[in-house]
């Protein structure tokens, strides 16, 4: 029996694309350099800071000047984290549902702590959710399963007992890694559609919507 929920944050349970966009864009064109466009960037938002660096700058500088402009990218970041980003469509209601019915929920991302407790702050999930473990919270980060365990053990479950929805294949390599169940959330960042078949995750779901209709979440 399932009896808790954890969520990636970027592309599974937020939409982020359009801050990180735009940060990335604000970088960009402060090194005087053509902003991307959104669809361009938004495929690769779950992979994290250095590799839209490298998307945004391929080429044009050396690989020792990436990770000062990485940094410069973050503090970009953080200055618009929550400016535009929101729930995904039906999040909203899916998160009362599990509130209603005292189903706990938490988040497990690589996204660091400075970011992602004043967007949870913004969006008014941090006293919400039962967890957050972000990617510098322990020793490990996704796709050691490490904190995926600490957060079920931090909300009173087994990990056999938890679901984990990612977007990325980390995600799934870890979930099954901490005997988690996982589903794939196809909606999300993901730069190959068809790889999805690959990850061997115990189920999809195309839109949040289908959250609580699949198979595995039908007692909640």
Not at 41 to 47: A, K, T
Not at 52 to 61: A, D, H, I, M, S
Not at 91 to 102: C, F, Q, T, V
Not at 187 to 206: F, L, P, S
């Amino acid at each position: 029996m399932i009896k808790a929920i954890l969520f990636d944050l970027d592309g599974t349970l937020i939409d982020t694309a359009p801050d990180m966009g735009g940060a990335l864009n604000n970088l960009l064109v402060e090194e005087n350099q053509d902003p991307l466009p959104l669809e361009t960037i938004r495929p690769l938002v779950s992979q994290g800071g250095l590799v839209l660096t490298r998307l945004g700058f391929c080429g044009k500088v050396s690989e020792p000047e990436i990770e000062p402009l990485r940094q410069r990218f973050l503090q970009h970041y953080r200055a618009i984290v929550a400016d535009q980003s929101r729930l995904f469509d039906g999040y909203a209601k899916i998160l009362d549902r599990l509130d209603e019915r005292s189903v706990p929920w938490g988040i497990v991302t690589n996204k660091p702590e400075w970011l992602t407790d004043p967007l949870l702050q913004q969006l008014g999930l941090a006293q919400r959710c039962g967890v957050v473990i972000g990617g510098d919270t322990l020793a490990q980060r996704k796709p050691h399963p490490l904190p995926l365990q600490v957060a079920a053990e931090r909300l009173g479950v087994d990990c056999e007992q938890c679901v984990y929805v990612g977007d990325d294949e980390r995600d799934i390599v870890a979930g099954k890694a901490a005997n988690m169940k996982t589903l794939v959330a196809a909606y999300g960042y993901i730069e190959d559609i068809d790889a999805i078949r690959g990850w061997q995750a115990d189920g999809v779901i195309d839109r949040p919507g289908d959250l609580l209709r699949h198979a595995l979440m039908r007692q909640i």
